[in-house]
């Protein structure tokens, strides 16, 4: 499986699309505010060259408000930052990275709109650049990039593992998992992190910022089951589907989602081995699937509601694997057997309703 060919967040701004369901990473997105404008105002303060201009990029952007609120967050601390030193903004770049299925083109039909909405004086002047490609790979010429931002795609393998187990009845790392397939998934996660970091210290000028923010886990054990709640719907539902005859089980069983979810230990040690990057603040927080709730619930039917946002937000994020090993003719099934399934889950304990993420701040070494 090439996830470079085929996975994509799904495009457009219609009601299955990515656009219209990623209120959950937004709210990740949004408990790292505070960090991206500490990060930036250094930058700005201790780079003399930042004064003048700032080189920004945005990995795995993906499509929709967050993309633009990422850029929204970084210009409007360049703008406070200039008020404060009673400097000019300095003009930024902004680059925004995603794999080539990304829909870039949704994206930059709502840029002039996004660009002629602001009204501050002290805006920076801003020029985006769409860069398609993997972030396992250099997308930049060497020391030309004083920011990187990445939020919820790095827990996405390079490719899913070779396996010498079946992970039979699971499609993440759970209590069932032989240990052979969490190592192989751990041997991925660490083969791909440490190659992004590489990249990124050699695209970044000394001083350069970095802060990724992913799925993640509160404690060293990778087959717990904390960061996988969202997945285990769609492993029953698939099992459901196949004591029913309409999955085949061989499919099931070597369906396995490439997903790595850190801990904040393992990042310190790959980073610390990877020597290039001082670490400025690392650490997990959780977001609520109760971020999910919008005015146009009835309150009585609030949980229903809940649940059938996270299971089109799910569906924005992983059709496009699921219909590549499945087909497409399940998905409106698998996807509806998925909110009941988390229904239940959910009733029977609410601490299942909500998702780690580990964020880390990082300077490149002069
Ligand atoms: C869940 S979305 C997150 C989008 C956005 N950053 C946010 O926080 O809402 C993950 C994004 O990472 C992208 N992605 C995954 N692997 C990638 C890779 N190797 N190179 C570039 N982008 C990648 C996916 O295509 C997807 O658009």
Avoid at 189 to 213: A, H, N, P, W, Y
Wanted: charged share 25%.
């Amino acid at each position: 499986m090439d996830m470079v060919k085929m996975f994509h967040m799904n495009g457009g701004i219609g009601d299955e699309s990515y656009s219209s369901n990623s209120g959950l990473q937004r709210a990740g997105i949004m408990k790292t505010q505070g960090s991206i404008e500490e990060a930036i105002s250094e930058l700005y303060k201790n780079n003399p060259s930042c004064t003048k201009t700032i080189i920004m990029a945005d990995l795995g952007c993906s499509v929709g408000p967050n993309t633009l609120l990422v850029s929204s967050i970084v210009i409007n601390a360049v703008a406070k930052t200039s008020l404060e030193l009673g400097l000019k903004s300095p003009e930024v770049q902004i680059n925004l990275n995603d794999l080539p299925t990304n829909d870039f083109n949704t994206i930059f039909t709502s840029l002039p709109e996004h660009q002629e909405n602001s009204t501050n004086d002290h805006l920076p002047l801003c020029y985006f650049t769409g860069v398609p490609g993997s972030f396992f790979n250099r997308l930049f010429p060497s020391k030309t990039i004083n920011f990187i931002h990445s939020s919820y795609g790095l827990h996405w393998l390079s490719k899913r593992p070779e396996l010498e187990e079946i992970n039979k009845g699971s499609i993440y790392l759970s209590r069932t998992t032989p240990e052979s397939v969490s190592r192989a998934y751990y041997q991925q996660f660490q083969k791909d992190f440490l190659g992004f970091l590489k990249c990124r210290s050699e695209e970044l000028v000394g001083g350069g910022r970095m802060i990724l923010t992913l799925l993640g886990r509160t404690n060293d054990d990778s087959r717990d089951e904390e960061s996988y709640y969202v997945w285990r719907p769609l492993a029953m539902a698939l099992q459901e589907m196949v004591s029913e005859g309409l999955v085949d089980e061989e499919k099931f069983d070597s369906f396995n989602i490439p997903l790595y979810t850190p801990s904040t230990n393992e990042i310190k040690n790959l980073v610390e081995t990877q020597g290039f990057f001082r670490i400025d603040r690392l650490e997990h927080f959780y977001v609520y699937m109760e971020t999910l709730k919008t005015d146009k619930f009835d309150e009585a039917y609030e949980d229903e509601g809940i649940v059938r946002a996270l299971a089109k937000s799910m569906r924005a994020a992983s059709e496009s694997l699921v219909a590549n090993h499945f087909g497409e003719a399940i998905l409106d099934n698998v996807f509806t057997r998925y909110a009941k399934r988390y229904a239940k889950i959910l009733s029977c304990n609410k601490e299942k309703g909500r998702y780690v993420s580990v964020t880390v701040s990082l300077i490149k070494k002069e």
